[in-house]
């Protein structure tokens, strides 16, 4: 099993531009999510998803789209970008999303928007 | 406001040495609350889950203790090791779905 995938590495944008993270998983997992972190901060929610075709709003959604067609992928879409938006991104997955189920975390997506 | 705190924001001990982190939490209502391991540049590894009737959980040289009353938690790390060098995220586990992320400890672990 890979986990939880995610791609690119690392990414430059610039103000205005629009991009997709992509996000999989290879464990079968109903339970996507997205967060973002920044320094100083802990973890937060973006969007989350509890299974294909099924996708909702997390703490800070604004100016980021999700979609699931597949249990296996979800792309997080930056609309626009803003300064505001310059972060460090992690996709997670677990089995349901039952709060005592383990949070698997892919390695991250580093994103500076100049 | 649901919060959790932890101190200290970073640390720095001899390698051999033990060392305990601290968290401090403010959620209602309480699911679970849980340890997690972040090395630089990778993504966050769940160490230990305890429920609200749970005092003590250890994974290997990780022991992590809960106090409902005072919602405290402690994570004790045992004979540290040069790969303990990491940050350490509490998070709280509130209702469905919700996850309260504290800002974690980074501990610098020297040779």
């Known amino acids: 099993n890979a986990g939880v995938t995610q791609t690119p590495k690392f990414q430059v944008l610039k103000t205005g531009q629009s991009m997709t993270l992509q996000c999989a998983q290879d464990?079968?997992?109903?339970?996507m999510s997205w967060y973002r972190q920044d320094p100083g901060m802990g973890l937060r929610l973006i969007h989350y998803s509890v299974g294909a075709g099924i996708t909702d709003q997390g703490e800070v959604p604004n100016g980021y789209n999700v979609s699931r067609s597949t249990t296996e992928d979800f792309p997080l879409r930056l609309l626009s970008a803003a300064p505001s938006q310059t972060s460090v991104y992690f996709c997670?997955?677990?089995?349901?999303?039952?709060?005592?189920?383990?949070?698997?975390f892919g390695p991250g997506t580093r994103l500076l928007v100049l | 406001k649901n919060q959790v705190e932890q101190s200290p924001q970073s640390l720095i001990i001899l390698e051999g040495k033990n060392c305990t982190l601290q968290?401090?939490?403010?959620?209602?209502?309480?699911?679970?609350l849980r340890w997690y391991k972040q090395d630089t540049g990778r993504g966050p590894v769940s160490l230990t889950i305890m429920t609200f009737s749970e005092n003590t959980k250890s994974n290997g040289r990780y022991t992590a203790t809960l106090d409902a009353d005072t919602k405290q938690s402690s994570l004790h790390i045992t004979a540290s090791q040069l790969s303990d060098s990491a940050s350490y995220i509490c998070v709280v586990s509130s209702g469905t779905y919700k996850y309260i992320f504290g800002t974690g400890t980074r501990l610098k672990v020297l040779a």
């Open positions: 968290c401090n939490y403010t959620v209602s209502p309480f699911s679970n």
């Open positions: 997670a997955s677990s089995y349901s999303s039952s709060t005592s189920e383990t949070q698997y």
């Open positions: 464990m079968n997992h109903e339970y």
